[in-house]
């Protein structure tokens, strides 16, 4: 199964009603969820190589998960958690983080207090 089949797994258990998706190890290649609504979804403690460009990623857990090179871009993560997760290189750019929290997440060795946001 490639990555994009299992992306397209992931979508269609979503859309079945299914919302957690905790301990996941997807780095065995980059997952596509451009675009799609995954609102709610909980990904906590997972590893996982992603796009999430321009996704609706409101209220989404991403609690200390491995999300390096992730890109964000465009998506709204508006009171998202990514506590206590590794986002080195991970890419907000046009992000809306209203309401997010970062507290614990660490990039390249920084590691963010209570209402600090990466860089978008």
Avoid: Q
């Avoid at 997807?26 to 451009?34: C, E």
């Avoid at 989404?60 to 997760?85: H, I, M, P, Q, Y």
């Avoid at 992000?95 to 990466?118: I, M």
Wanted: with cysteine; aromatic share 12%.
């Amino acid at each position: 199964m490639t990555s994009d089949d299992k992306s397209k797994s992931i979508l269609a258990r979503y859309a079945a009603g299914e919302r957690i998706f905790s301990h996941m190890d997807r780095s065995d290649g980059v997952y596509d969820f451009s675009h799609a609504d995954l609102r709610g979804a909980v990904f906590s403690s997972s590893s996982m190589f992603a796009n999430f460009i321009a996704a609706d990623l409101r209220d989404a857990d991403f609690s200390n998960c491995n999300l390096k090179t992730c890109d964000f871009s465009g998506a709204n993560l508006e009171n998202a958690s990514f506590r206590g997760s590794a986002i080195d290189a991970a890419v907000f750019d046009g992000a809306d983080l209203t309401g997010c929290d970062f507290k614990d997440a660490s990039t390249f060795g920084h590691v963010f207090v209570e209402d600090e946001l990466p860089p978008h």
